[in-house]
């Protein structure tokens, strides 16, 4: 069945630092979103990338869809500590069998 | 406009026991997820509702697990026996429709401890 790995599984910065997480499907994927969830707290949605190549920015976040829809990225500039949480993404599949398969997310921790 | 709804929050039980978790959708949401998240994990899809029907149930180990959504509303999962490996927390969720583009809107979760 469909996969989604990211890596790396655990990140520790420095504030002010970046910070980026990978996601890989074994699959070509319909639509990609990207999730938070804070310590404590529920997967929050961020983001949904669904064009081929697309690239979406929300203030310090820069999310990317693969040319061939099998990968993504989140890229944070100049982390800050309320960017503490774990980064799931969701891998979208269409046509017949609607669902999203989750990653097993990039845990981030913040030193001030 | 109110989000999903979870209750219990907390719940230990003993082995053997059985165990119900209740979840209230957003109002208007035709589908309703039940994802259980281990420690360190992605949530990972039970069982998936459309308005009444449960449309994807292949994750739910139907030996101790059972789901229900009557009128297509809230929804209850329960466990019976639980068993120690069953210690996660359960989340809920729900969408306008069941297309992946939809958004997922989480609940807080049930955090589920088996002693």
């Known amino acids: 069945g469909q996969q989604v790995m990211q890596i790396p599984q655990y990140q520790h910065v420095q504030e002010g630092e970046d910070f980026t997480t990978y996601c890989n499907s074994s699959?070509?994927?319909?639509?990609i979103q990207w999730y938070k969830q804070r310590p404590g707290g529920h997967p929050v949605f961020l983001i949904q990338l669904v064009k081929s190549g697309e690239v979406k920015k929300q203030k310090r976040l820069t999310f990317q869809f693969g040319e061939a829809k099998k990968n993504s990225s989140l890229h944070i500039t100049a982390t800050q500590t309320t960017d503490v949480g774990t980064y799931f993404c969701a891998g979208g599949t269409q046509g017949g069998s609607e669902k999203l398969v989750f990653g097993k997310g990039t845990k981030l921790t913040v030193n001030p | 406009e109110a989000g999903v709804v979870q209750s219990p929050r907390y719940k230990i039980i003993e082995k053997k026991q059985p165990v119900a978790f209740w979840c209230n959708p957003i109002s208007g949401h035709n589908t309703l997820y039940w994802y259980l998240q281990n420690l360190g994990q992605g949530p990972e899809l039970l069982i998936r509702?459309?308005?009444?029907?449960?449309?994807?149930d292949s994750q739910l180990p139907k030996d101790r697990f059972s789901a229900e959504r009557l009128k297509g509303v809230d929804s209850t999962l329960k466990i019976q026996p639980a068993e120690l490996g069953d210690s996660a927390v359960y989340l809920c969720?729900?969408?306008?429709?069941?297309?992946?583009?939809?958004?997922?809107?989480f609940g807080p979760g049930t955090r589920l401890t088996v002693l």
């Open positions: 969720a729900s969408s306008p429709t069941g297309i992946s583009t939809d958004t997922q809107y």
């Open positions: 699959t070509t994927l319909s639509n």
């Open positions: 509702y459309e308005n009444e029907e449960a449309v994807d």
